[in-house]
Protein backbone atom coordinates (compact mmCIF):
# COMPACT_ATOMS: atom_id res chain seq x y z
CA UNK A 1 0.00 0.00 0.00
CA UNK A 2 1.46 3.01 -0.94
CA UNK A 3 0.57 6.77 0.41
CA UNK A 4 2.25 9.47 -1.85
CA UNK A 5 3.29 7.27 -4.76
CA UNK A 6 2.92 3.76 -6.30
CA UNK A 7 4.42 1.20 -7.29
CA UNK A 8 4.87 1.74 -10.72
CA UNK A 9 7.94 2.21 -13.19
CA UNK A 10 7.77 5.47 -13.84
CA UNK A 11 5.61 7.84 -12.30
CA UNK A 12 4.91 11.45 -13.62
CA UNK A 13 3.77 13.22 -10.21
CA UNK A 14 3.31 16.86 -11.89
CA UNK A 15 3.93 18.65 -15.51
CA UNK A 16 7.33 18.59 -14.77
CA UNK A 17 8.01 15.82 -12.13
CA UNK A 18 9.23 12.27 -12.58
CA UNK A 19 10.03 9.53 -9.66
CA UNK A 20 11.62 6.67 -11.31
CA UNK A 21 11.63 3.35 -9.62
CA UNK A 22 15.09 2.03 -11.20
CA UNK A 23 15.06 -2.24 -9.14
CA UNK A 24 12.34 -2.41 -11.47
CA UNK A 25 14.04 -1.72 -14.82
CA UNK A 26 16.38 -4.11 -16.30
CA UNK A 27 20.19 -2.68 -17.18
CA UNK A 28 20.95 0.64 -17.63
CA UNK A 29 19.67 0.68 -21.15
CA UNK A 30 16.14 0.42 -20.11
CA UNK A 31 16.83 3.26 -17.41
CA UNK A 32 18.49 5.36 -19.81
CA UNK A 33 15.70 5.23 -22.37
CA UNK A 34 13.46 6.57 -20.00
CA UNK A 35 15.08 9.53 -18.89
CA UNK A 36 14.32 12.87 -21.75
CA UNK A 37 17.73 13.79 -23.55
CA UNK A 38 18.88 17.61 -24.10
CA UNK A 39 16.84 18.65 -21.41
CA UNK A 40 18.38 20.44 -17.84
CA UNK A 41 17.06 20.10 -14.45
CA UNK A 42 17.18 19.21 -10.86
CA UNK A 43 17.61 15.35 -9.09
CA UNK A 44 17.69 13.45 -6.44
CA UNK A 45 18.67 10.01 -5.42
CA UNK A 46 16.61 7.78 -2.67
CA UNK A 47 17.21 4.95 -1.22
CA UNK A 48 15.02 2.01 -2.17
CA UNK A 49 14.34 -1.07 0.24
CA UNK A 50 14.07 -4.30 -1.32
CA UNK A 51 12.36 -6.69 1.13
CA UNK A 52 12.86 -9.96 1.74
CA UNK A 53 9.25 -12.19 0.89
CA UNK A 54 10.12 -14.70 3.37
CA UNK A 55 10.89 -11.59 5.88
CA UNK A 56 7.30 -10.96 5.84
CA UNK A 57 6.81 -14.38 7.33
CA UNK A 58 9.22 -15.20 9.16
CA UNK A 59 10.55 -13.77 11.96
CA UNK A 60 14.36 -14.24 12.36
CA UNK A 61 14.66 -13.41 8.59
CA UNK A 62 13.15 -10.09 9.43
CA UNK A 63 15.29 -9.12 12.48
CA UNK A 64 18.71 -10.31 10.13
CA UNK A 65 16.98 -7.99 7.29
CA UNK A 66 16.11 -5.05 9.26
CA UNK A 67 19.80 -5.48 10.87
CA UNK A 68 20.88 -5.42 7.65
CA UNK A 69 19.68 -2.18 6.87
CA UNK A 70 20.49 -0.24 9.70
CA UNK A 71 24.18 -1.18 9.71
CA UNK A 72 24.75 0.21 5.93
CA UNK A 73 26.69 3.95 6.44
CA UNK A 74 23.51 6.52 6.45
CA UNK A 75 25.93 9.01 5.05
CA UNK A 76 29.62 9.53 3.20
CA UNK A 77 32.35 10.24 5.73
CA UNK A 78 33.54 13.43 6.36
CA UNK A 79 37.04 14.50 6.65
CA UNK A 80 39.20 17.57 7.69
CA UNK A 81 42.07 19.06 8.71
CA UNK A 82 42.07 20.58 12.28
CA UNK A 83 44.71 23.01 12.88
CA UNK A 84 47.90 22.97 13.89
CA UNK A 85 48.60 19.25 13.02
CA UNK A 86 45.68 16.60 13.22
CA UNK A 87 43.04 15.52 10.80
CA UNK A 88 39.32 14.58 12.49
CA UNK A 89 37.02 12.31 10.18
CA UNK A 90 33.32 11.80 11.17
CA UNK A 91 31.08 8.81 9.91
CA UNK A 92 27.92 7.65 10.96
CA UNK A 93 26.79 5.73 13.82
CA UNK A 94 25.64 2.38 12.80
CA UNK A 95 25.00 0.41 16.21
CA UNK A 96 21.44 -0.51 17.06
CA UNK A 97 21.08 -0.73 20.99
CA UNK A 98 17.32 -2.25 20.18
CA UNK A 99 18.07 -5.70 18.77
CA UNK A 100 16.70 -7.81 21.55
CA UNK A 101 13.49 -5.85 21.65
CA UNK A 102 13.01 -5.92 17.91
CA UNK A 103 13.28 -10.01 18.13
CA UNK A 104 10.85 -9.89 20.70
CA UNK A 105 8.33 -7.82 18.65
CA UNK A 106 9.27 -9.60 15.30
CA UNK A 107 6.92 -12.34 16.13
CA UNK A 108 3.99 -10.24 16.02
CA UNK A 109 2.70 -10.02 12.23
CA UNK A 110 1.16 -6.75 12.66
CA UNK A 111 4.23 -5.23 13.67
CA UNK A 112 5.89 -7.22 10.63
CA UNK A 113 4.03 -5.78 8.29
CA UNK A 114 3.66 -2.65 9.68
CA UNK A 115 7.70 -1.95 9.53
CA UNK A 116 7.40 -2.72 5.95
CA UNK A 117 3.97 -0.62 5.06
CA UNK A 118 6.62 2.31 6.36
CA UNK A 119 9.32 1.32 4.43
CA UNK A 120 7.54 0.71 0.92
CA UNK A 121 6.80 4.43 1.33
CA UNK A 122 10.23 5.61 2.59
CA UNK A 123 10.03 8.53 0.80
CA UNK A 124 7.93 10.00 3.01
CA UNK A 125 10.40 9.86 5.90
CA UNK A 126 13.96 9.73 3.84
CA UNK A 127 16.72 12.41 2.97
CA UNK A 128 17.83 12.41 -0.14
CA UNK A 129 21.11 10.53 -0.63
CA UNK A 130 21.85 12.68 -3.17
CA UNK A 131 21.08 15.85 -4.52
CA UNK A 132 22.43 17.38 -8.39
CA UNK A 133 21.72 19.86 -11.10
CA UNK A 134 22.79 19.07 -14.88
CA UNK A 135 22.07 20.89 -18.19
CA UNK A 136 21.39 17.31 -19.59
CA UNK A 137 19.72 14.95 -17.14
CA UNK A 138 20.15 12.25 -19.37
CA UNK A 139 24.09 12.43 -19.48
CA UNK A 140 24.47 13.11 -16.56
CA UNK A 141 22.37 10.15 -15.05
CA UNK A 142 24.26 8.28 -17.47
CA UNK A 143 27.23 9.47 -16.08
CA UNK A 144 26.08 8.44 -12.71
CA UNK A 145 24.98 4.72 -13.43
CA UNK A 146 28.56 4.29 -15.58
CA UNK A 147 30.40 1.97 -13.88
CA UNK A 148 33.41 3.29 -11.48
CA UNK A 149 31.26 6.88 -11.39
CA UNK A 150 32.30 8.82 -7.83
CA UNK A 151 28.77 8.74 -6.94
CA UNK A 152 27.92 4.64 -7.91
CA UNK A 153 31.17 4.46 -5.91
CA UNK A 154 30.57 6.32 -3.19
CA UNK A 155 27.19 4.73 -2.39
CA UNK A 156 28.50 1.04 -3.45
CA UNK A 157 31.24 1.79 -0.47
CA UNK A 158 28.00 2.06 1.79
CA UNK A 159 26.06 -0.67 1.05
CA UNK A 160 23.68 1.05 -1.36
CA UNK A 161 23.37 -0.04 -5.00
CA UNK A 162 22.53 3.27 -7.01
CA UNK A 163 21.01 0.65 -10.15
CA UNK A 164 18.24 0.10 -7.26
CA UNK A 165 17.25 3.14 -6.03
CA UNK A 166 14.53 5.75 -6.79
CA UNK A 167 15.42 8.71 -8.71
CA UNK A 168 13.45 11.82 -9.09
CA UNK A 169 13.47 14.43 -11.92
CA UNK A 170 12.45 17.93 -11.86
CA UNK A 171 12.45 19.73 -15.42
CA UNK A 172 13.68 23.49 -15.08
CA UNK A 173 14.63 23.83 -18.40
CA UNK A 174 11.99 24.94 -20.93
CA UNK A 175 10.89 22.28 -22.83
CA UNK A 176 11.60 22.71 -26.52
CA UNK A 177 8.54 20.62 -27.49
CA UNK A 178 5.95 23.05 -26.14
CA UNK A 179 7.96 26.32 -27.30
CA UNK A 180 7.72 24.84 -30.84
CA UNK A 181 4.05 24.61 -30.79
CA UNK A 182 4.36 28.14 -29.84
CA UNK A 183 6.95 29.43 -32.52
CA UNK A 184 6.37 28.60 -35.69
CA UNK A 185 9.95 30.08 -36.91
CA UNK A 186 12.89 28.46 -35.85
CA UNK A 187 15.08 31.64 -35.82
CA UNK A 188 12.54 33.16 -32.95
CA UNK A 189 12.73 29.78 -31.24
CA UNK A 190 16.63 30.07 -30.91
CA UNK A 191 16.34 33.79 -29.18
CA UNK A 192 13.21 32.53 -27.11
CA UNK A 193 15.92 29.85 -25.55
CA UNK A 194 19.02 31.49 -25.82
CA UNK A 195 17.36 34.30 -23.95
CA UNK A 196 16.03 32.52 -21.10
CA UNK A 197 19.18 30.37 -20.67
CA UNK A 198 21.17 32.73 -18.39
CA UNK A 199 17.88 32.44 -15.84
CA UNK A 200 17.22 28.61 -16.17
CA UNK A 201 21.13 27.87 -15.21
CA UNK A 202 20.47 30.45 -12.24
CA UNK A 203 17.37 28.30 -11.52
CA UNK A 204 18.98 25.40 -11.36
CA UNK A 205 21.87 26.37 -9.26
CA UNK A 206 19.59 28.26 -7.10
CA UNK A 207 17.05 24.87 -6.58
CA UNK A 208 19.82 22.72 -5.69
CA UNK A 209 21.31 25.15 -3.07
CA UNK A 210 18.27 25.09 -1.55
CA UNK A 211 16.83 22.02 -1.63
CA UNK A 212 20.69 20.34 -0.48
CA UNK A 213 20.47 22.70 2.65
CA UNK A 214 16.99 22.19 3.42
CA UNK A 215 17.09 18.23 3.28
CA UNK A 216 20.91 17.84 3.85
CA UNK A 217 21.81 14.83 1.30
CA UNK A 218 23.82 12.18 2.97
CA UNK A 219 26.26 11.32 0.57
CA UNK A 220 26.65 15.22 -1.10
CA UNK A 221 29.97 16.59 0.15
CA UNK A 222 29.61 20.13 -1.01
CA UNK A 223 25.92 22.21 -1.40
CA UNK A 224 25.39 24.23 -4.64
Same mark, same amino acid.
Not at 10 to 17: F, G, I, K, R
Not at 106 to 117: G, I
Not at 167 to 194: A, P
Given at each position: ???? @?? =? /?????????? !?????????????????????? *? *????????????????? +??????????????? +????????????????????? $?????? #??????? !???????? !????? /????????? #?????? $???? &??????? &????????? #???? *???? @?? %?????? @? $??? /???????????? @???? =???? /? &?? %? &????????????????????? $???? *?
Amino acid at each position: MAWL @HG =N /DVVQQLSENV !VLYDLAQMRGNNAILSRIPDNI *G *GVYAWYRRFEIDSNAID +DPEIFVNYIIEELCK +DHSAPRETRLPPAHRIRLQSE $TSFPKE #LLLKELA !VDSFFRQL !VFMLL /DNSLIFQQP #LYIGKT $TNLY &SRIRSHL &SEGSILRER #LAAA *GHKI @HR %CRLLII @H $TYS /DSSIVLNDFNDN @HELH =NQLE /D &SE %C &SELSSDKLIEDILSRLFLPSF $TLRY *G
